[in-house]
């Protein structure tokens, strides 16, 4: 799960020993959603550069969106768990 390109994975994999408060995972979701569109914005615009097609670019980070929108989720429901 610790991916070097993205930091928050590393904070969330050393968070996991404690328990998580939902105003904590609140905070996690929204850097995970704040990382993923900066990633989807960064990419863009290096496509751009390069001359490469948006939906050449958008393809290649598919599995890295999917796999954030996949933490994302599982934040979420944790969080309703915790919800009275």
């Keep these: 799960m610790s991916d070097p390109a993205n930091p928050l994975t590393e904070n969330l994999t050393e968070n996991l ?3 998580a408060t939902s105003e904590a995972l609140t905070e996690i979701i929204a850097e995970l959603e704040q990382y993923r569109e900066r ?3 960064d990419t863009l615009s290096m496509a751009q550069r390069a001359k ?3 939906s050449q670019a ?7 969106l ?5 933490q994302i989720e599982a934040l979420r429901q944790q969080q309703a768990a915790l919800q009275p």
Excluded at 58 to 64: D, G, I, K, T
Excluded at 66 to 70: G, H, L, N, T
Aim: glycine share 0%.
């Design 52 to 54: 490469i097609m948006k």
């Design 58 to 64: 958008l393809a290649s980070l598919e599995p890295s």
């Design 39 to 41: 990633l989807v914005n």
């Design 66 to 70: 999917a796999q954030i929108d996949a």
């Design 17 to 19: 020993t404690e328990p």
